[in-house]
């Protein structure tokens, strides 16, 4: 690593520590002819990920697709874009910490939808309808029925709602 205030190509990492969640590692270098300390962080670049789709093929990640996917899903349930960029973060902070170079493109829906669960019941739904790409309305229903209990908390919408989509 060149040091950036002499240019020498001569510097030591004196400490080499994970960032707090874990994304990054962060390294303090010492530049051994002007003496300047420096730090650096070394993350997965996510534009290098590449998507491994159901057919096989290869696209690079694309964070604005997810951002708007999950957008969609949850439109009309009062989350707003702060929330949603905080949920595409958590999914993108994850696929950052498997220090893999490509990532099924299942295993991103997956995230999302775990996500969404968190967050909506109907959102959730809503993605879930569209990413396991329901044929029929009984699929649907058949879905809504195996829905785990713990959606139901007390923030979550009541099914009756879900329900009335259909
Ligand atoms: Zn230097």
Excluded: H
């Amino acid at each position: 690593m060149r040091c950036p205030f002499c240019g020498s190509e001569d510097t030591q990492v004196k400490d080499s520590r994970p960032v707090d969640d874990g994304s990054a590692i962060r390294r303090r270098r010492q530049c051994a002819i002007c003496g300047a300390r420096f730090t650096t962080f070394e993350r997965v670049q996510l534009r290098d990920l590449a998507v491994v789709k159901k057919d096989g093929r290869r696209v690079p990640f694309d964070r604005d697709k997810l951002t708007r996917s999950i957008g969609i899903a949850t439109r009309k349930r009062g989350i707003d874009e702060e929330q949603i960029e905080r949920m595409v973060n958590g999914i993108v902070r994850r696929l950052e910490t498997t220090g893999e170079s490509e990532v099924p493109s299942t295993r991103i829906g997956e995230l999302a939808m775990e996500s969404l669960a968190q967050l909506d019941e109907v959102a959730y739904v809503r993605f879930a309808s569209v990413y396991r790409d329901f044929a029929t309305a009984r699929d649907f229903e058949e879905f809504i029925r195996r829905l785990p209990e713990d959606l139901e908390g007390a923030d979550s919408p009541p099914r009756a709602e879900v329900a009335g989509a259909n």
